[in-house]
């Protein structure tokens, strides 16, 4: 049952070969036993998933049931809900319960989707390994003591073991792309505006991003058709038509243009990465496909560019956790400026004042023109160059991370070579284009992502070029090892 897709679980739900009741249980009762090693959730929420489960049967019954109804998935635990801790895996939120559901909480619940629970986060999803979670590390189960990647590391963990059968993510600079990679997932970024940011809390308001995290890439399509739209409730959604992700997955590759970032294949990438991702651009080839090297220049810009911005308007949209109206508060403050002082030493993490105090500099009289001005010239080029190669290409590939999955604690000591972790994903938020990743082979018995790139609100061919290798290859079907 665990091992179902979430086509195979709608089509088993429609077909009335189990109920949502049952199969709800079942991940209820193996998140129970197993969750323990993998510590992917924060809030199990058991009650809730069951008496949804029995709303999705009485849909389906009457014949008024979605693709999604009844199927459990998790929801990473930055997207506000409803009488439900949600508390983006930081101290500062520990005991806050939201009054309201974020929109794309509203949008699976108003279709009949069960959420099991919560999952573990990075906290204000700054991380490239779920290490920085109040809540502790959630572990790959691809490797013993691996990291799951970040920030949605609990959601990748989630699925990846088995413990929910598709998850949310929020990608700001790979979230979902780099976890997915480093887990065996298919995961995708939509394009900035795609899908409502209402009810997700902000880590850096021009970059954040929500989207599915899935199994298959047709999974991924079956999530975006219900978490995709216009939101009146969010400034920055984009007011456009959306397409059904999953009506042209099927569409042939005959004559597709792919793009080969020369920068994208460097020294620094792992060489065993680099030799799969070969051989997964011959597998498009023999579907149709045609090679073309281009060039991004200022790729090795998008770094430093974007730890200023993203780090910038985090310090922005933190400033009001101070323990005044909601989240942690010190005991006994002298004042109020005691009261700021220590709730928010004591509530934050060392990542989150890291970025804090790096953005708050940077946006300080005297240094915004030459940080945070300069840094936003730089990535306007970094869009153009982008907005160029796909006048020549339809999609852009590459790897999704320069190597796999990396042991706990190797990397916490060196914050930089932390971000380095990020160097083939950060562009696209800073672009604000749609990314993907997909699995496409291993290094050192690793699970490893092969990143597919599109133009602006061109999601649908995505999973389209997605879903054809996933019929070509099996790479997406592997589990880790004891599932």
Sequence with gaps: MFSKTIAQLSQGLQNGDFSSREITQEYLNRIASVDGQFNSYISITA????????????????????????????????????????SAGSKMLDNFISPYN???????NAIGSVSLGKTNMDEFAMGSSNENSYYGPAINPWGENRVPGGSSGGSAVAVAAQLAAGATGTDTGGSIRQPCALTNLSGIKPTYGRVSRFGMIA???????????????????????????????????????????????????????IGLPKEFFSEDLNPQIAA??????KEYQALGAELKEISLPNTALSIPAYYIIAPAEASSNLSRFDGVK????????????????????????????RRILVGTYALSEGFYDAYYKKAQQIRRLIQQDYINALEEVDVIMGPTTPQPAFKIGEKT?????????????????????????????????LPIGLQIIGNYFAEERLLNVAHMFQQATDWHKTTAPGL
């Design 413 to 445: 000591s060196d914050p930089i070579d932390m971000y380095m972790e990020d160097i083939y994903t950060l562009s696209l938020n800073l672009a604000g284009l749609p990314g993907m990743s997909i699995p496409c082979g291993q290094a050192d018995d």
């Design 203 to 257: 880590f850096a308001s021009s970059l954040d991003q929500a989207g599915p995290m899935t199994k298959t890439a047709e999974d991924a399509a079956m999530m975006l058709n219900v978490m995709a739209g216009f939101d009146p409730k969010d400034s920055t959604s984009a007011e456009k038509p959306t397409s059904d992700y999953t009506a042209s997955l099927n569409q042939p590759l005959k004559g597709l243009k």
């Design 326 to 353: 909601f989240g942690h508060r010190c005991e006994n403050p002298q004042n109020i400026e005691d009261m700021y002082k220590r709730s928010r030493g004591e509530g934050f993490g060392h990542e989150v004042k």
């Design 47 to 86: 009650d809730q998933a069951m008496a949804q489960a029995e709303t999705a049967d009485q849909m389906i019954a009457s014949g008024k049931a979605a693709p999604m109804t009844g199927v459990p998935i998790a929801h990473k635990d930055i997207f506000c809900t409803k009488g439900v801790r949600t």
């Design 276 to 281: 799969k991702i070969q051989a997964a651009l």
């Design 102 to 108: 974020a929109t794309i909480i509203e949008k699976f």
